[in-house]
């Protein structure tokens, strides 16, 4: 089963900023992905921690801290940190992604390099651990899975610090290696100490690798490898490998001395010398071979016997985090394995070394030839001035394009948004540089969609970027139902591209109330408000001529010059008041005269009938604010108390 479809990472977008597109590889401490940068729009690898790690807070310290020191390095053979970050659970690096194979691939591909080529690909190594041991840099996991191999022949090496970043969480307080065991140094087993020395060492194990196919201890445990490497000497080369020259010989046998003190001081005398072996070397410096030398075990010399340790081991190239053994402190001198016979005549070149010294400065640009003969590190432009930046390129040798500018939320107008290629990038002196400047933020004009329908005002908008958000309605005379009457925002407002617009449709009119009102006054509100009235009558008890019935019923909507029909009660039936007696009106001493407030504001109209002493009770018409009609009407007796309706 393709194990990229279960990965619960690959689509996702890690820290709101990464999406994972696939899984390259897993490791021993971490599993790394192909990712693009959604932001800077460049493709990343991403490595991200265990869960057993990232669980530890002294790991995620001590990894952020390592991260920005690896950030620092600036040098053509390390594989580049971009950035480092949490997200939930996931404590991840964001790196330089190259394409190509690991060193790993070609060993399993070839099975070892001829002697030459072997210095070729370790000079470009030695130089980049040379320049994180200048920085106090330990990289503490040097083996072929670390370095890389470009598809046009550039090495690269990964991974600097994340084995320190280990060493400091909890999972390492109770005496724990860290490393990977088939290149671990001795006092890397014993103490759990590393230095400079320590990569030295690893080094020349991969030396060694890359010159026979093999390594140089196997054991069926890493326990057992591990005591191997405390108390035997690495074999010369040549013994597995006749024809390798003595040179090599040499070097391996300086950088893999059990005692740290006589090993190189650093990567970079070890580079010293591993140039000057390339130099010396002939052209064609042995066979090549397709496959290893030996199928079984390197076993040149007597193994001291191993210690017990558990069955249980991991992939053998694999970082390891394994319990220390009780292993002592160091080889005892009474102990140590004959030397093979090609080291027993070995003796310091007092006149080479005060060569190397001499010719150090350049010895160093020696190697970082063989590695990078062509390449410039593309500046970092991102967020300068368009015209500093493009001076700053031309100055530094590269020729500039100014592309066209793009609209970006963050970045200032007028400054650098990208760089094509990236920063950080490896590319050939005098190369373009295409330079995109931002153009500030994208803002659109609200477009005039009053009088749209709906349907319609939603595809305009959706044309100019916006989003229409709610819609309300609401009762207009002037802008017909179904039509945009506004926006909010308004109509011309700059926004943001994708904001939300509100609608305000026209409802249209809105019914009136008209129950109860006498056919004169209904009559004369509704033509006032663009209807047609149509009325007829029917017998009813009600007061006469009155509205009993309508149609649209009231707050329905309506258009303008919409018939209206309305029933009546029989307009000649005879009627009296109620507290009327026989026609005649109660005595003077009981009722009062109730006022007349037609066309006043509703509530003055409302609190003078109150103050009257009669009852007021209002109702919507046309909603105008003031009284459009009165029943009973002013001017009749009627005792106190007695409910006057209003209509506005």
């Excluded at 610090?161 to 065991?181: P, Y």
Aim: with cysteine; glycine share 8%; net charge neutral.
């Amino acid at each position: 089963m393709d194990t990229t479809l279960t990965d619960p990472l690959v689509g996702k977008l890690l820290d709101g900023r990464y999406r994972v597109e696939s899984r390259i590889a897993r490791g021993g401490m971490a599993t790394v992905y192909l990712a693009l940068d959604v932001r800077l729009d460049r493709t990343v690898a991403v490595k991200v921690m265990h869960r057993s790690l990232a669980e530890d807070p002294a790991f995620v310290r001590r990894f952020i801290g390592e991260a920005k020191s690896v950030a620092s390095l600036s040098h053509p053979n390390v594989v580049h940190v971009f950035d480092q970050g949490t997200d939930g659970d996931n404590v991840y690096l964001s790196m330089e992604y190259v394409p190509g194979r690991t060193l790993r691939d070609v060993l399993r591909e070839r099975g070892r390099l001829p002697a030459r080529e072997a210095l070729e690909v370790m000079i470009p190594v030695l130089a980049a651990l040379g320049s994180a041991h200048q920085t106090g840099l330990i990289h503490r996991d040097v083996k072929p899975e670390n370095v890389l191999l470009t598809d046009d022949g550039r090495v690269k090496v990964v991974d600097f610090g994340l084995a320190r970043a280990i060493e400091a969480s909890n999972q390492t307080r109770t005496g724990v290696m860290i490393g990977t065991i088939g290149y671990m140094s001795p006092e890397q087993v014993t103490s759990g100490t590393a230095d400079a020395r320590s990569d030295v060492y690893s080094a020349g194990i991969m030396l060694f690798e890359l010159l026979t196919g093999r390594q140089p201890y196997e054991g069926e445990t890493p326990m057992s490898v591990a005591y191997r490497h405390v108390h035997d000497t690495v074999p010369a080369p040549s013994a597995l490998l006749p024809d390798c020259p003595p040179l090599l010989d040499t070097l391996v046998a300086q950088a893999t001395a059990r005692d740290p003190a006589t090993r190189p001081a650093d990567a970079t005398a070890m580079l010293v010398a591993a140039v000057d072996a390339h130099r010396m070397l002939p052209r064609e410096s042995g066979p090549i071979h397709s496959g290893p030398i030996h199928s079984g075990p390197v076993q040149p010399f007597p193994a001291t016997p191993a210690p017990t340790a558990p069955a249980a081991s991991p992939a053998p190239n694999h970082t390891l985090i394994q319990p220390r053994t009780d292993l002592p402190d160091g080889p005892a001198a009474d102990q140590a394995p004959p030397r093979a016979s090609a080291r027993k005549g070995f003796r310091p070149n007092w006149f080479l070394i005060a060569l190397a010294v001499v010719m150090a400065a350049a010895v160093g640009v020696t190697g970082w030839l063989f590695s990078r003969t062509s390449t410039v590190v593309v500046p970092e432009l991102l967020g300068k001035n368009i015209a500093i930046a493009e001076s700053q390129a031309r100055q530094a040798g590269f020729t500039v394009k100014i592309g066209e500018p793009e609209h970006d939320e963050k970045v200032t107008k007028g400054n650098v948004l990208r760089i094509d290629p990236v920063a950080g990038a490896e590319v050939e002196p005098g190369s373009q540089l295409v330079l995109i400047a931002s153009a500030g933020p994208k803002r659109v004009n609200v477009p005039n969609v009053v009088g749209l329908s709906e349907a319609d005002a939603r595809t305009k908008l959706g044309e100019a970027g916006l989003v229409v958000d709610d819609v309300k309605k609401q009762a207009s005379e002037t802008v017909p139902r179904g039509q945009v009457m506004k926006t909010s925002p308004a109509v011309g407002n700059p926004v943001k591209e994708g904001s939300k617009v509100d609608l305000v449709m026209s409802a249209g009119l809105v019914m009136p109330d008209v129950m109860g009102m006498h056919r004169d006054q209904a009559d004369g509100l509704l033509r006032g408000a663009g209807f047609d009235p149509r009325f007829v009558e029917q017998t009813d008890g009600a007061e006469p001529c009155t509205v009993i019935a309508q149609d649209p019923r009231p707050n329905a909507e309506v258009d303008k010059g919409a018939v209206i029909n309305l029933t009546l009660s029989a307009c000649s039936a005879e009627w009296h008041w109620p507290w009327e007696n026989n026609g005649e009106n109660a005595t003077d001493d009981n009722v009062i005269i109730i006022p007349n407030v037609m066309f006043k504001d509703v509530k003055a109209a409302r609190d003078e009938l109150r103050a009257a002493g009669f009852k007021a009770e209002v109702r919507k018409g046309l909603n105008r604010g003031r009284v459009l009609a009165q029943r009973p009407p002013g001017g009749q007796a009627a005792p106190p108390g007695t409910k006057v309706t209003l209509w506005h």
